[in-house]
């Protein structure tokens, strides 16, 4: 059994976090983006999907510690299809980020906790991952 450690004085090395996309009926990765205009029943499930993939990914790293300091959080989007806007994973990003609140990495994803949130797009990857990074700021 690990202990718990609360991370203190901000370390400047960042937390990654490999997040798998979802996928959807069909097989493919189900990204949500702010484009879309889904149903409210057909989004649900894609939402909890990824918010359960990122508590899932995160566990085994909250199990060791949980940011109590002020975070910068750092999406990178990699994707097998054509990539998207920057901020068009939004939607995506931010069940993502429940789901480290969920896993208890982050203890709220209020501004308290998190002042700022970055998007970026990676060239064509070979897989559909969310890589999100978490540094603690001063």
Do not use: M
């Amino acid at each position: 059994v690990y202990k718990r450690q609360v991370l203190g004085e901000p370390c400047g090395l960042p937390v990654a976090v490999e997040v798998p996309a979802p996928l959807d009926r069909d097989g493919k990765a189900a990204w949500l983006t702010q484009n879309q205009r889904l149903h409210h029943r057909v989004k649900a499930p894609i939402t909890k999907a990824w918010r359960q993939a990122a508590a899932d990914a995160a566990e085994p790293i909250a199990a060791l510690h949980v940011f109590a300091r002020p975070v910068h959080i750092t999406l990178t989007a990699y994707r097998t299809g054509r990539a998207l806007d920057a901020d068009g994973i939004a939607p995506s990003a931010k069940a993502a980020i429940d789901g480290l609140v969920d896993a208890g990495l982050l203890p709220d994803d209020s501004p308290k906790f998190v002042h700022a949130v970055t998007y970026r797009t990676a060239p064509k990857a070979s897989a559909n991952v969310l890589v999100i990074e978490i540094k603690e700021t001063r």
